[in-house]
């Protein structure tokens, strides 16, 4: 085992990838020589070269539709959008040919692609490189969505997003890039696509939450431990499709839930969740079901106001206590 932290475990994710399998290839803006803005890419141009690391123009719609055209053509390509807020250019590609293309030909042609995108707040980058975009694509059918948070996920279920057979998009929150580390096996391995984790075991109340939300809640837990409140926290890892049987047993364990997630509130990924829980599990709740979120408005480019955005421990800690005395 060795210690890495969830940008380097991206980037050896593809490079083994890249080694074992020819026809996976990379392309994006500045993925090559360049490295990656992010440094994900950084030593693949080196490695494997101008034809399997390709830099792009500036064009997201060109990338995401040329990885879908090389795709049909029997290449396994991983299309870097820069930045998640920049990906709505793609959305058509996305949505209407890579989701829906085994729909439309009966089986005939799958549309294996990995579309990575950096996402979330909290590195004071304002409107346009903080946003979270997960509930745009979270409707559409034929589309899944992975939101790792701990190195071991992100290289374990990129692996896995590379050798699926349809389209993933690939959402790695910039917090955890470098802040996150966690010890990663030297073998090869992969972590199965929707299937959610029990990051930490408790009985007073259920957190069902992804990304970089997960460390914050596993922060809160720690210090209501003091307060005899033990949270259980389920890290969802993909949200479509949603791992419901480990949300409902860790529900149906503790009677009273959390819903986190970073992205504004309305319409996002928590309420689906929340109407899943309402709708099946309604006779063993023994409170609300309490959703913790961004206020619906965009990210804020101030530092002093971006904190105040974001979801923080403090938040989960006074939602804890209401609710494990409600």
Do not use: W
Request: with cysteine.
């Amino acid at each position: 085992m060795a210690e890495k932290t969830v940008i380097e475990a991206i980037r050896e994710a593809m490079a083994e990838e890249m080694r074992r399998d020819s026809s996976v290839i990379v392309l994006g803006e500045d993925v090559g020589v360049h490295g990656g803005v992010f440094r994900a890419t950084d030593g693949l141009y080196k490695e494997f070269g101008p034809n399997r690391v390709i830099d792009t123009p500036l064009a997201e719609s060109g990338i995401v539709g040329t990885a879908i055209g090389a795709s049909f053509n029997g290449m396994r390509p991983i299309a870097e959008i820069q930045f998640a807020d920049y990906i709505h250019p793609a959305m058509d590609q996305i949505m209407n040919e890579a989701a829906k293309v085994r729909f439309r030909t009966k089986g005939a042609f799958s549309c294996p692609i990995v579309v990575r995108a950096p996402y979330g707040a909290g590195i004071h980058g304002g409107i346009y490189h903080s946003q979270s975009v997960e509930a745009l694509f979270y409707h559409i059918p034929g589309l899944k969505i992975i939101t790792p948070c701990t190195p071991y996920d992100a290289k374990g279920l990129l692996k896995a997003a590379i050798r699926d057979e349809d389209p993933v998009l690939y959402l790695e929150h910039k917090k955890t890039y470098r802040r996150i580390k966690g010890e990663i096996p030297e073998q090869d391995y992969t972590v199965p696509i929707g299937v959610a984790d029990i990051k930490r075991e408790g009985d007073t109340i259920s957190v069902v939450t992804y990304g970089m939300m997960v460390h914050v809640a596993l922060g809160a837990a720690e210090k209501l431990v003091q307060e005899g409140i033990s949270l259980e926290i389920v890290d969802l890892r993909t949200i479509l499709p949603l791992d419901t049987e480990t949300v409902k047993r860790s529900v149906k364990k503790t009677n009273k839930v959390i819903v986190l997630y970073e992205d504004t509130r309305t319409g996002g990924v928590g309420a689906e969740i929340s109407a899943i829980l309402a709708e099946d599990l309604f006779d063993h709740l023994d409170g609300p079901i309490v959703r913790i979120t961004a206020p619906d408005t965009p990210v804020p480019y101030a530092p002093t106001l971006e904190e105040v955005f974001v979801p923080n421990e403090q938040h989960i800690i006074e939602a804890a206590r209401k609710l494990a005395h409600y």
